[in-house]
């Protein structure tokens, strides 16, 4: 996950004073938030000056079309337009020197990008209010966030607002491409410490599990008893997850199955795959991770155990099943 750290967030130092700090700590991108102000460019030149590292420009503007000059001139590598302000449809430029994305607030529905998919590589996902540093992430923004991966697997996610480590490290989990970092990152009295707890640790715990954990609705389940070996391996398949869920019909959880578990059936039975069934690919006492867990609790869980683990069920006091959680996208992340 790329860091985008936001210049205007310090207004104690010199654009040139941060940019070179933050370079000196291997900053991915610098995010320039332009409020419908031309005179931002000047800035982005005197950048230009002491840094190559590329610029993540978000607009907010009711004429974003007067932009588009500046925005070539200076070959912007990465700029968004806050849909809100957007009168009509907005006809981006051809440029190759530019990723275009489209930014949204949090009480705006993922759904609007489709008018923009054959225009836009990414969005923009405002979790706090936009030009406003120093806002706490709001938890409904991890629906959004899985919403806009589901619908377009194909575009990158950027997220801005309220990004610690904590939220750092869920939306790493979650497969979020960058994150923008403000008062968190530029206000920190060691920058590098504070880029490296995005990047890699949790040093305090908010969220609980069930925050950000996928819903049990959108978790592949089969109902204890109800199904053939062959509907378990094609459920793995078609959520393209690695495993399904085992319930009762009352929701309780009993087991599972996963890749794994399938691979070391056929290895119980290679001498007659035909003799497999449904019962030699489920785990019936898997690890398992209350929702009401925190991040803190998680992790502990994680490091306690031997074996890889990519993935875990959520569920409540009652081991009914509430959800999942799916570690793919931070073991890649982290690789």
């Given at each position: 996950?790329?860091?985008?750290?936001?210049?205007?967030?310090?207004?104690?130092?010199?654009?040139?004073?941060?940019?070179?700090?933050?370079?000196?700590?291997?900053?991915?991108?610098?995010?320039?938030?332009?409020?419908?102000?031309?005179?931002?460019?000047?800035?982005?030149?005197?950048?230009?000056?002491?840094?190559?590292?590329?610029?993540?420009?978000?607009?907010?503007?009711?004429?974003?079309?007067?932009?588009?000059?500046?925005?070539?001139?200076?070959?912007?590598?990465?700029?968004?337009?806050?849909?809100?302000?957007?009168?009509?449809?907005?006809?981006?430029?051809?440029?190759?020197?530019?990723?275009?994305?489209?930014?949204?607030?949090?009480?705006?529905?993922?759904?609007?990008?489709?008018?923009?998919?054959?225009?836009?590589?990414?969005?923009?996902?405002?979790?706090?209010?936009?030009?406003?540093?120093?806002?706490?992430?709001?938890?409904?923004?991890?629906?959004?966030?899985?919403?806009?991966?589901?619908?377009?697997?194909?575009?990158?996610?950027?997220?801005?607002?309220?990004?610690?480590?904590?939220?750092?490290?869920?939306?790493?989990?979650?497969?979020?491409?960058?994150?923008?970092?403000?008062?968190?990152?530029?206000?920190?009295?060691?920058?590098?410490?504070?880029?490296?707890?995005?990047?890699?640790?949790?040093?305090?715990?908010?969220?609980?599990?069930?925050?950000f954990a996928i819903p049990?609705?959108?978790?592949?389940?089969l109902v204890d008893g109800?199904?053939?070996?062959?509907?378990?391996?094609?459920?793995?398949?078609?959520?393209?997850?690695?495993?399904?869920?085992?319930?009762?019909?009352?929701?309780?959880?009993?087991?599972?199955?996963?890749?794994?578990?399938?691979?070391?059936?056929?290895?119980?039975?290679?001498?007659?795959?035909?003799?497999?069934?449904?019962?030699?690919?489920?785990?019936?006492?898997?690890?398992?991770?209350?929702?009401?867990?925190?991040?803190?609790?998680?992790?502990?869980?994680?490091?306690?155990?031997?074996?890889?683990?990519?993935?875990?069920?959520?569920?409540?006091?009652?081991?009914?099943?509430?959800?999942?959680?799916?570690?793919?996208?931070?073991?890649?992340?982290?690789?």
């Amino acid at each position: 996950m790329k860091i985008s750290a936001s210049i205007y967030s310090n207004k104690e130092r010199t654009v040139e004073d941060l940019a070179q700090e933050l370079d000196s700590c291997h900053i991915d991108y610098f995010h320039v938030d332009c409020n419908d102000d031309l005179l931002v460019f000047d800035d982005v030149s005197r950048i230009r000056k002491v840094s190559s590292t590329p610029i993540d420009m978000h607009i907010i503007s009711d004429t974003p079309e007067k932009y588009f000059d500046k925005i070539l001139e200076h070959k912007i590598e990465f700029v968004s337009f806050q849909y809100e302000n957007i009168k009509g449809k907005l006809d981006f430029p051809e440029t190759n020197d530019t990723q275009f994305g489209l930014a949204i607030v949090s009480d705006t529905s993922v759904d609007v990008f489709e008018e923009y998919k054959d225009d836009c590589d990414f969005v923009l996902i405002m979790t706090t209010t936009p030009g406003q540093s120093g806002g706490k992430f709001r938890p409904d923004n991890f629906r959004k966030v899985r919403d806009f991966r589901n619908n377009y697997p194909g575009k990158s996610i950027e997220v801005d607002g309220g990004v610690n480590d904590e939220v750092g490290f869920i939306l790493r989990m979650m497969g979020v491409n960058s994150v923008v970092s403000g008062s968190y990152l530029v206000n920190h009295e060691s920058i590098a410490t504070a880029l490296l707890h995005l990047k890699s640790s949790i040093i305090h715990s908010d969220f609980k599990v069930k925050d950000f954990a996928i819903p049990v609705e959108n978790c592949p389940t089969l109902v204890d008893g109800d199904y053939k070996m062959t509907d378990i391996i094609r459920q793995i398949d078609d959520y393209n997850l690695g495993f399904t869920f085992i319930t009762k019909s009352t929701g309780e959880f009993v087991g599972l199955s996963s890749n794994a578990d399938v691979r070391h059936g056929m290895l119980r039975h290679l001498d007659d795959l035909n003799a497999i069934e449904s019962e030699d690919i489920i785990n019936r006492n898997p690890v398992t991770i209350n929702e009401n867990s925190t991040i803190s609790e998680l992790l502990h869980l994680i490091q306690s155990k031997k074996f890889l683990i990519s993935f875990l069920p959520v569920v409540n006091d009652q081991n009914k099943l509430t959800g999942g959680l799916s570690f793919i996208n931070l073991i890649r992340s982290e690789s």
